[in-house]
């Protein structure tokens, strides 16, 4: 076991996978020289050379188009994508090209390529640099979609999604990025579709996402502590394929479903999932599905308002107390 | 026969010879035939969806299909049936696909839009305008990069010429090099609005080249062996590592630009004066001037047609795709499911 | 009262305010000499002239980005994007731009602009001229979106929607442009954000948007009829503002939410409201939240495959049968 | 005084004026402090955020500041405190906004990436590359419809011009003949990478403007009086109806991207070299060799840099934005509300 930062795991989970396969090539701006805005590809044009690491235009659509013609003619490319905002820009090649082309074709068309992009609040970029935008790629039919929380859980995610046959889109999160934590030595690769429960509670099972699941470890840790209830954190970590099953399970086990997103409120996969336990588990509900989320408006700047928008512990803490009984 | 001597003719007026021509000309043929009977089935309600015919463009996509290589790959548009056809698809498969039906080279899930066959390199027809742009270059990426000498081929129309995504692929393309060749159908219009009253230049695509450091190209669009001759030099550029090419071809949609659309935004004489320099009866006319026979080309005629008619008919008789399609093939494992 | 068709009525509604306010302008593509490539726009160049009727190069990104400089400078411009799709390659303008800029700068720039865009199935078109993307337009904090279902209404919301202070995106229901219906003679301005429940039932609510209101209807009519199930039919109109008090009132009544939604599941509008009903009408639900809804799969196009994939009549007939006690 | 002679070779040696020269100058000297100023906050950890700083490239800024008409427009980018300030707004205003205080431009809401002055006629600064073009093309078919004379200049890089906004707004902005006026800052480098290892031309605006029927305009974006000239020209075409223009000034920016960068890519010399031709620097001494007294220019900066000091220290003295502010402005009625 290693201490990596969860920045130097992106880094290491692309190497792994294009040390095993000569297909894997990777693409993006800033990312050969430079090692990436965020440093998380540092090291990777020194290793594979020029031929495999490109540094791009600022092209986004050519990018990840050109991700997608690689991927169908034999490549397995990996594209950043700087922020995940920026996937506005692209979003005719993501949603309407990438996800339907194998669909639309009956099969004939695989598209094994990865699409890693900076997810996230926290660095007081403002309403363009900070958005969570998971839900708008897990809303496309076609996508698969994972958002690791930890160092180990992005190394194994980035190399389960380069191997996996379908596109994938990882959505790392910024606010992680200088986080530490163990990575196993050698090869790790995860598996797409498997959340994790993290805590096992008897009161109520909070869902939680990314940054968000850090959180909702430490409110379940001080309602245990300070007020006496006993919290389940689940970490969705895939949201396509979706780990149902085992969230029903965990809902099914403490009556209480409370969800906990960055993104602002309307349509995120909060909801998804909510609706989900509202069908198949409400008969073991014991009260309202509460969701917690950034209020539904752009992300503002500064850093107190930045802090004050995406759910905090106390947040969690308090609402938890006030609507779970 | 005393025609040996003119046939020797028909070889040596140019650099294409006689066999490369009657290939020319019967897969013109083939796709006119296809087209029209399209046009047939969708009149008959037949055809359900929408269909967008490349009637008095063909010449393009037959010369490319002739000067490509087997292993070349196909990018095209909505407008892409002439150009999966002449890459070799069945034409069953694209009647079909049009119609709906299980034989359809999709199964019936893609449409008429989005015609595919990859065992003949048809790599996709795209409904979005620019986008397949972007995928072309990665292809061609993808050829470069394994050292296979392949090339990507990649056919639009004027309209697109506008549009964020050509930019972002040319600009792409001519900085890596890429073994790719990009073929603007000039056809003077987008959908009903003509080009020259949306366009800052007034080659749409040639009067770009010069943005991505290329040399303007523009061809006749309707003379098929002056689009050889361009085809050829084209791939061979970029099969020799020299990069990519944008080529214009001018050319005239002799129908309305779908289905739905009856063309009266023509000005008056226009569309006549085009279909006097129609390919097909252009090239008809060239061969029989260079001594081929008059049957040989009647022959080449009447097997399209028979062709046409046996595709139309199995395509025909195919039933239905089943319902239970409609889960399928979203995953490689092809199923379709988002959790367990 | 003057027989419409919804097509028609979309003409009337933009020339309506075309008429009353010389500071609107209309820009699309083919929208002016051809009237639209859905005739929704027939006459318009005719009438208001040249300068205030454009037709536009294939540049989606162009159009609607003129329409947001225009709009915050004294325009109040009308947008068309021809097929709802085509949002994808004007996305960063839509959801980066044109949703934050009034935020971002503390209310100093004002949007009063309409995008007006044809949605959804039907016309076996395939998956890239066929879907439903409202919930696109639904989580992205900052716009406003409606989805009219009936002639009247389109008239009726396109004029509020122009009239709005705030960028407001109109999804037409292609499947409904040939609809007929009765549309008040004289100036028609609609509201944002009410929903409109058109049927009282004792058993259930359901809650549909656009096309869907016409199915849910003839389902509650067989439903009733036929199986003795009396159903409640609320048409959302508008996601954002959301009339959330009259679909929770409405629910509350019946005890049981069923949604209707042409979009593929994840992450729908249907997700939202069933996010919101489990929350604030848990205690009055009888039974499990069902979502009906399109497979999530991009859409087949051949004819039986594109019916057999959004709801049917019969598939909410079933569904409600087979769920709802 | 003696200096009057000089003075007035000082007018006559070009078309500018002195008083324009001395703004011209006073206006440079301010940006380049307050972005100093930025810098140093930014060590104090007093900015929280990012900062994309002009040093280097103040001549372009102020040049348009003097030139335009105050009801003219700017659009800019993340890298636009500069263009803000030229246009009038606040320096509190700015210092404020990237501080995250109340007294902000934006009220914290924006951050220093989204600077917009309305009533300076600085109508926003755009984070996602490219986005804004379309924007000004926009606000210029406004001026142009309502017959005000306004014109739009739009800011943007060098690598700005490789994404598809770029195309699809110099084209409709030529179509429409708008009165836009859109300046290339080329500062050499995107992020961190070269624009020329990235761009398929060696002018990567000027190089594309005949792809819109435009004609290449190169000027050297560190001579004040050059930019002066050319936006003179530009801005009075675009209010007589001529249309658009496409200027590229080449330019160098003397510090890293962003705060955080360091840039290290920059290759030995190169800083140095473009250090030389500081266009302050520049200027001083030709406002010397004109005849201007050293003190005055010693005052304007002076000047300067009292009104920085002054700014910083009010903006220091505001306080955060109150929390209850998230959910104000999304909508025009000053809520947030998405529901009843
Ligand atoms: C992004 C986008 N915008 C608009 C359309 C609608 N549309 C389909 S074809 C077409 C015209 C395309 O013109 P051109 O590129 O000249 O090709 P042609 O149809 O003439 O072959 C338009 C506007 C589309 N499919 N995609
Ligand atoms: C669409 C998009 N892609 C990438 C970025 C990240 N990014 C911010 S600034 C920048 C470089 C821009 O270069 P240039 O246009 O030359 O402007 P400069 O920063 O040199 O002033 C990049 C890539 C972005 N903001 N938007
Ligand atoms: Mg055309
Ligand atoms: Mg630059």
């Known amino acids: 076991m290693a201490e990596l930062t969860y920045r130097d795991a992106v880094a290491a989970g692309i190497a792994q996978e294009m040390e095993r396969d000569e297909r894997v090539v990777f693409l993006g701006e800033d990312v050969a020289a430079a090692g990436g805005v965020f440093k998380t590809t540092v090291g990777l044009l020194e290793r594979f050379g020029p031929k495999r690491v490109r540094d791009c235009p600022i092209s986004e659509q050519a990018i990840v188009g050109a991700a997608m013609g690689a991927a169908m003619t034999g490549l397995r490319p990996i594209a950043e994508i700087m922020f995940s905002d920026f996937l506005a820009v692209c979003w005719d090649m993501v949603a309407n090209e990438i996800a339907k082309a194998r669909y639309m074709t009956n099969g004939q068309v695989s598209l094994p390529l990865v699409i890693r992009t900076a ?66 030595d050698g090869e790790l690769v995860d598996e797409l579709g498997k959340a994790r429960v993290l805590r096992q509670g008897r009161d109520c099972t909070i ?119 | 026969m005393d025609t040996t001597a003119k046939r020797k003719k028909a070889g040596a007026a140019g650099d294409i010879g006689e066999e490369t021509r009657l290939r020319l000309y019967r897969l013109q043929v083939e796709l006119r035939y296809c087209e029209k009977r399209a046009y047939d089935l969708f009149l008959q309600n037949l055809i359900k969806g929408t269909t967008h015919l490349s009637l008095g463009q063909e010449a393009i996509a037959a010369a490319f299909g002739v000067a490509m290589r087997a292993d070349d790959w196909t990018f095209c548009t909505y407008r892409g049936h002439a150009h999966t056809l002449a890459r070799g698809a069945s034409m069953t498969g694209v009647l079909g696909e049009l119609m709906g039906r299980q034989c359809g080279l999709l199964g019936g899930k893609g449409g008429s839009m989005h015609l595919t066959s990859v065992e003949h390199g048809a790599m996709g027809s795209y409904a979005i305008v620019g986008a397949h742009l972007p995928v072309a270059a990665g292809a061609a990426w993808s050829a470069q990069y394994r050292g296979t000498g392949q090339v990507a081929v990649c056919f639009f129309g004027d309209g697109t010429t506008n549009i964020g995504a050509f930019h972002e692929a040319l600009n792409f393309a001519a900085v890596w090099k890429l073994p790719v ?65 944008l080529i214009e071809a001018k050319t005239y949609r002799q129908s309305g630009h779908s289905r739905a659309d009856p063309a009266k935004y023509r000005p008056e004489g226009e569309l006549e004066a085009w279909l006097a320099r129609d390919p097909i009866a252009i090239y008809r006319k060239r061969l029989i001037d260079l001594g081929v026979a008059a049957r040989v080309l009647d022959e080449i005629e009447a097997e399209a047609l028979r062709k046409v008619d046996e595709a139309t008919a199995v395509a025909r008789a195919s039933p239905p795709p089943a319902v239970d399609k409609i889960e399928k093939n979203v995953w490689a494992n092809g199923g379709a499911a988002w959790r367990n």
């Not at chain 1, 930890?150 to 992680?176: C, H, M, N, W, Y």
């Open chain 1, 207 to 325: 869902v939680a996402l990314a940054l968000m699941v850090h959180r909702a470890l430490e409110a379940a840790e001080i309602l245990e502590r300070e007020h006496g209830i006993s919290a389940t954190v689940v970490d969705v970590r895939s949201l396509v394929p979706l780990d149902a099953r085992t969230i029903l399970a965990e809902v099914a086990k403490t009556g209480w479903l409370v969800t906990v997103e960055e993104n602002p409120r309307l349509c995120g996969w909060g909801a998804e999932i909510a609706s989900i336990v509202a069908d198949e588990c409400f008969w073991s509900l014991d009260g309202p599905i509460v969701r917690i989320t950034s209020p539904h408006v752009p992300l503002p700047a500064a850093d107190q308002l930045e802090d004050a928008t995406i759910p905090s512990v106390a947040r969690i803490v308090g609402t938890i107390r006030e609507r779970v009984d």
């Open chain 1, 119 to 184: 997810n996230g609040a926290g660095s007081r970029f403002g309403a363009q640099h900070s958005q969570s935008v998971e839900n708008w790629a897990m809303a496309v039919p076609g996508l698969k979609v994972v958002a690791p929380a930890t160092p180990a859980d992005v190394k194994g995610l980035i190399a389960a999604a380069v191997r996996d046959p379908d596109p994938v889109i990882v959505f790392e999160q910024k606010s992680l990025y200088s986080m530490k934590g163990e990575v196993p």
């Open chain 2, 181 to 245: 060749v990009y073929v603007c159908e000039n056809n003077l219009y987008m959908e009903y609005t003509p080009i020259s009253s949306v366009t800052a230049v007034e080659y749409p695509a040639a009067g770009r080249a010069a943005a991505y450091g290329l040399e303007p190209i523009i061809v006749d669009g309707n003379d098929v062996d002056e689009v050889y001759r361009v085809a050829q030099a084209a791939l061979a550029r970029a099969r020799a590592g020299g990069g990519p090419s």
